[in-house]
């Protein structure tokens, strides 16, 4: 049985913080890792944590550019009516099991991305020309713990456990880089498809990129 100096008496108080971000190396897919601290004071013992991670872009904390206002035209709408169009972006959600600690930990948070264009929070990401993402993490889930007689009782976490980290555009985009270096991907339904490839069969074009120049004027 742990020492008593370590039993919770009552489900420990969690403060979440991240420390860091950046590209997760190797990975078959792109992705973040955030380095995340976890205290739950007073050398408590913590069993174990089920932890739900949602992470949210505060994009109204961000000052963009104009060239990003004009990128972000079909999401927000004209610059002027920002005030009521722009809004938080739900980005990525994420479940793991936190092992046993005392006091607090560091874990690694894992968060695949995509480069799926028609998920609203890539779209925004691919807009912007550089600084910063305001991100918000919002946990959920259940704390284990034991208690002074070193029984386990489980506790969900309250809504008010949550953080705040500025991501820099520049790891966002060297994540992605890592997989898709210099290029972004676009989704078709199969009949849309078929009728640009036999578009371009006809026009005799060498690659997807001069049959979009063409199809644009710039070809």
Known sequence: MPAPST?????PDLAFTVIEAGPLTPAAVPTLRFGLGIDAGDGALVRSI???TQVQIAARRRRHEPGEQERLFDLFGQPEGWGTTLRTL???RHTQVVPQFSGATTID???PCTYDFDVTATRYLQSLDGGEIPLEL???GTVFYSTEA???QA??????CEADYRLPVAVWRETMDRHFPGAVWLRL???????LHAYRSREALLSWEATLDRLLGHG
């Open 189 to 195: 339904d199969r009949e849309t498809f078929a009728r």
């Open 50 to 52: 089920m932890l739900q």
């Open 109 to 111: 948070l894992e968060v």
């Open 7 to 11: 039993i919770a008496r009552t489900a």
């Open 150 to 152: 070193g029984l386990l």
């Open 155 to 160: 506790a969900q976490l309250p809504s008010t």
């Open 90 to 92: 739900p980005w990525l």
């Open 138 to 140: 919002l946990f959920s």
